[in-house]
């Protein structure tokens, strides 16, 4: 397994904050589908613009919805695997870190991780297609229709929360996330094509704000160009290593800073 060359390890060891940047290759290993990969993304099988727009929804509410309650049951099964657990293990080891993440699974909060910042919102919400505002997991189960209707206001539906193409982020996971890539010393780039935006800018503003990169992925990016180092390999097996090699590095009294 390929691992941290000694400069950037050193790098990531004197880091003061981590920015983890993850896409749907971090949850590919716990059975969540990704979006482009070939033959088992979900846009290869899928037209982006008949289910994940608002007018797809208003076209045909019930088509989206039922779509994204088969997507919501491959979540409900799904468990966090060795990846998400080294990056808990991370958050330990160094004195800052900010889990940005694409996805919509919840997967680094089921592993433990304290600091995350969901930028395309989460599957297992609900809100009110018209107002926008949160809807109950008791109330969805109450009803019979589909998709269940808002609470809210007459002709309202819940919707996943989730951004749909077209939709602008939520205002605080951006700021937070802006943030954490303006103030990273070291940035992590984990399963993703880099090719959505605004997510896919995050590492580039981390980067010309003088933060090393490290991109893992078993495949080439756009970001490949730009990051320090390159890990190609699943992230359930890239974490592990790096975290082992950090904290092997932390443990040995030579890396110490001397007086
Ligand atoms: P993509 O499906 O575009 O990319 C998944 C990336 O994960 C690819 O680069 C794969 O090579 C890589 N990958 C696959 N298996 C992996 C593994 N085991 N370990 C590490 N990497 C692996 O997913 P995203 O880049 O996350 O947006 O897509 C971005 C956004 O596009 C999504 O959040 C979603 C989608 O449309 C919305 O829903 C708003």
């Known amino acids: 397994?390929?691992?941290?060359?000694?400069?950037?390890?050193?790098l990531l060891a004197g880091a003061q904050h981590v920015m983890v940047l993850t896409g749907?290759?971090?949850?590919?290993?716990?059975?969540?589908?990704?979006?482009?990969?070939a033959q088992t993304g979900i846009w290869t099988k899928y037209r982006a613009e008949d289910?994940?727009?608002?007018?797809?929804?208003?076209?045909?509410?019930?088509?989206?919805?039922?779509?994204?309650?088969?997507?919501?049951?491959?979540v409900r099964k799904a468990s966090p695997h060795a990846g998400h657990q080294a990056l808990v293990m991370l958050e330990a080891l160094v004195p800052g870190m900010s889990v940005i993440?694409?996805?919509v699974d919840g997967l680094h909060q089921l592993a433990g991780s304290k600091n995350v910042t969901e930028l395309h919102g989460n599957i297992l919400r609900s809100k009110c297609h018209i107002t926008g505002r949160s809807i109950s997991a008791d109330w969805l189960t109450d009803s019979p229709h589909v998709p269940?209707?808002?609470?809210?206001?007459?002709?309202?539906y819940a919707r996943p929360d989730v951004v749909w193409f077209g939709e602008v982020l939520p205002h605080e996971a951006l700021a937070a996330a802006m943030d954490a890539a303006g103030r990273c010393d070291?940035?992590?780039?984990?399963?993703?094509?880099?090719?959505?935006?605004?997510?896919?800018?995050?590492?580039?503003m981390a980067l010309e704000n003088g933060a090393a990169l490290v991109e893992i992925n078993p495949l080439e990016t756009p970001l490949s160009l730009h990051a320090g180092q390159c890990l190609r390999g699943p992230a359930s097996?890239?974490?592990?290593?790096?975290?082992?090699?950090?904290?092997?590095?932390k443990r040995d009294p030579d890396h110490c800073p001397r007086l």
């Open 1 to 10: 397994m390929q691992l941290l060359d000694d400069h950037l390890l050193s």
């Open 24 to 37: 749907a290759g971090m949850s590919a290993e716990s059975g969540i589908p990704t979006f482009r990969d």
């Open 51 to 74: 289910l994940a727009t608002p007018e797809a929804f208003t076209a045909n509410p019930g088509l989206v919805w039922q779509w994204y309650e088969e997507r919501r049951n491959t």
């Open 101 to 103: 993440t694409q996805n």
């Open 148 to 156: 269940p209707p808002s609470p809210y206001v007459n002709q309202g």
């Open 186 to 204: 070291f940035c992590l780039s984990i399963g993703t094509t880099s090719l959505v935006q605004p997510a896919a800018s995050l590492p580039v």
């Open 237 to 249: 097996l890239v974490l592990p290593g790096v975290v082992q090699q950090l904290a092997e590095w």
